[in-house]
């Protein structure tokens, strides 16, 4: 089953050959059309995100490794990747030109916790900080990254946030000695299995 992006992807370039060779259907060259037309109005997000240490006064301690029970900001960068510009959604029934908007959001899956949410209008890039409270065990709570896009079906993207992988990074950034602690961590499947 092809999502939107993936489809978007597959047929850049050469919709008649997709539809010619993938699904083994031809197309009047007017409908090719129009599937053109209406795939590039559908908005592609690309994501990067950061999490930084932060005291209890939100001052953000760039150089520090992240505390276990400790406080952080998640930096979100997007930026569409398609070049329709109109923000305007297709909805028949919506009583007027509704914008397409998305969802940030950060839980822990682990205690059904959400941590922090943030809704996100923007035509081409936008870049969002989010104050986060850190799980108490980064080795069995894992915390998530959505962004949910509330007009489409389809475009939703969900990201682990490996906080013990991203203590390796601060410490090798900074050359700061692995922590014993670390060097012992065993995951509980590997052991079972």
């Known amino acids: 089953m092809l999502y939107i992006p993936q489809l978007i992807h597959r047929i850049r370039g ?4 997709f539809f010619d060779n993938e ?28 999490v ?4 209890h006064q939100e001052e953000i301690l760039d150089r520090e490794v992240l505390e276990e029970g400790g406080d952080a900001i998640v930096s979100v960068n997007l930026r569409r990747t398609n070049k329709y510009n109109r923000q305007f959604v297709s ?51 894992q915390l998530s990254i959505i962004l949910m896009c509330d007009s489409y079906l389809g475009l939703d993207q969900e990201y682990e946030i490996d906080l013990n992988k ?5 410490r090798a950034k900074n050359n700061l000695p692995e922590t014993e602690q670390e060097e012992e961590w065993v995951d509980p499947e590997e052991v079972v299995a």
Not at 14 to 17: A, L, Y
Not at 23 to 50: C, F, G, N, Q, T
Not at 97 to 119: D, H, Q, V, Y
Request: overall charge positive; hydrophobic content about 40%.
């Open 14 to 17: 050469d919709i008649k050959g």
């Open 23 to 50: 699904v083994r259907h031809r197309l009047p060259h007017e409908d090719l059309v129009e599937i053109v037309k209406a795939l590039e109005k559908v908005p592609l997000v690309e994501m990067k995100y950061s």
């Open 52 to 55: 930084t240490a932060t005291n």
């Open 91 to 141: 909805a028949s029934n919506f009583p007027k030109p509704k914008e397409c908007s998305w969802f940030l959001l950060i839980g822990n899956k682990a205690t059904n916790e959400l941590l922090a949410m943030k809704r996100i209008a923007f035509k081409r890039y936008a870049s969002k900080n989010l104050q986060i409270c850190l799980p108490r065990s980064f080795v069995n709570e």
């Open 166 to 170: 991203i203590n390796k990074v601060i």
